[in-house]
């Protein structure tokens, strides 16, 4: 069993980050890297990429949206309950060179799973210039931590709530048209990896974006998590989670999100409608 050892909430409760109990996965874990996550026995098989690793406290943290049923049956774990399953690290880990000059760009809870990039970056000699954005002030989320991991930081929100109101991508064009940009990487919501990669593709700077496709055993077997990148078929358990997102075919991977989408709301309504919710 997997206890969990800390657990906040965060975005009015719609974020929760859990740290978990998991010393031989924190031991071998790299930046970039994700976990198969199983609540109980009713529960599903989802992807998270890790937030975070501790190898000398023997912890790994997450950090996800609740939008389904499997999330909703995390939410409900509390502090000394435990995931029935918890497999990885897996996937591959980013490539870092050193002394790059990176542009992080991150949109709601990616911002988490670009945290340990941007960290592991600055760590290796990057100059590492961060973009987050969210929403609302309210959705957004690991500001301070963002902030020790770069040299620079930039905060948006849509509705100008916080920090620049407007979107990542009129910040990202304004360093791109100011030249000396590297690499950068993407992390959050389709469209906004698809939209980052489509403007810098014009700049023929580097892009790296980090896909959670849907995914059921993470060992490259099931063939569930396929996306298509550079007219090629990859699986984003084994060869990702993270591609060129020069070469990612975007609309496909959006269409293949949605394809249980209908389902998914289903499930997750009956969820909370079994635990007397407001179903």
Request: overall charge negative; glycine content about 12%; proline content about 5%.
């Amino acid at each position: 069993m997997f206890t969990i050892v800390n657990r906040e909430e965060m975005a009015g409760g719609t974020v929760i980050l859990n740290e978990i109990e998991a010393p031989r996965i924190a031991a071998k874990a790299r930046p970039g890297q994700f976990l198969i996550l199983k609540a109980n026995e009713n529960g599903e098989r989802i992807p998270l990429t890790m937030a975070e690793t501790d190898p000398e406290k023997g912890t790994v943290t997450v950090i996800y949206m609740v939008v389904g049923k499997s999330t909703e049956l995390f939410k409900r774990l509390k502090v000394g309950q435990a995931y029935q399953d918890v497999i990885g690290p897996l996937g591959q880990p980013t490539h870092i060179e050193p002394g790059r000059n990176v542009v992080c760009v991150g949109g709601g809870t990616g911002v988490a799973v670009l945290h340990p990039i941007a960290r592991g970056m600055k760590q290796a000699g990057c100059a590492v210039t961060s973009i987050i954005g969210a929403r609302n002030k309210d959705l957004l989320i690991l500001e301070e931590k963002m902030g020790r991991a770069s040299s620079e930081l930039h905060v948006c929100t849509d509705d100008g709530s916080y920090g620049r109101k407007g979107f990542v991508t009129e910040v990202l064009k304004e360093k791109l048209d100011a030249g000396g940009v590297d690499q950068v990487v993407a992390i959050g919501p389709v469209p906004m990896m698809k939209f980052v990669s489509l403007m810098t593709k014009d700049y023929g700077v580097p892009t790296m974006v980090s896909l959670n496709p849907i995914m059921i055993d993470g060992t490259g077997m099931c063939g569930g998590c396929r996306v298509t990148v550079g007219g090629e078929t990859k699986f984003g358990c084994v060869d990702g989670p993270e591609f060129d997102g020069h070469q990612v075919d975007f609309d496909e991977l959006i269409l293949r999100l949605r394809a249980y989408t209908e389902q998914e709301r289903c499930s997750h309504e009956r969820c909370k409608w079994e635990e007397g919710g407001n179903a």
